[in-house]
């Protein structure tokens, strides 16, 4: 542990330093170094920090999401129907990669937002609400809900939100559907260890300000205090 909080000391100097040459970071274009060294440091000595908290939960998804609005969203309305965070936003990300505009046409619906709601499901939102992120994300989370206690399992669950639990009541589940259903799970498991997925690119993540790195600094603090 003593070793672990060296190297995060000597990371977090890297970072101040960085941070004081340049006078605003969003103006400047900051290097991937940089943010691999921040995100470093949110998966070791927040994340993983058995004592990690809401704003430490979401200081991490911010970044995964590259948008502190929508995983606010999505962490309020996982623990609202208890779920698990690490499964709600992976199976965001599989659904849209977090685009709140995201369209797919089907040959009879659409599906549109963050959780891509089909048409059909949700007959009497108007187009504006789909792409609404506090709608899209409460209904999406809430139909994620209604596949858990329906199919029993994560497996059954991911599979009746991809095909419809029509399609797998009646065993007609698509192969594309066990693809779809082992990406997400993958991508849970990532995320749940702190891990953020390589297929998610550093181009999609927002650099953060410098409130953020503050943070870390009393997230470390918090972790000597506790060792």
Partial sequence: MKFLKLIALGCLSLLFSSCLAQPTLKSASPELAERDTYESLLRDIVYRNPSADESD???YYSIVTGDRDLAELIIKESEKNGIQPALAFALA???SSF???AVNRNSNSVDRGVFQ????SFPDLEEDEFFDPSINVSLGVAYLRYCLDTGVNEVTALAMY???PYRVKSSRTPMMTLHYVDKVLALRDDLAQGNIPEEIQPSEIEFPVMKS???VTL????TEEIN
Avoid: C, H, P
């Fill in 57 to 59: 939960q979401l200081e």
């Fill in 219 to 222: 997230l470390m603090e918090q």
């Fill in 213 to 215: 790195v503050k943070n």
């Fill in 162 to 164: 991809n095909a419809g």
């Fill in 93 to 95: 990300y599989a659904e």
């Fill in 99 to 101: 685009n709140i505009r």
């Fill in 117 to 120: 709601l089909n048409s059909r």
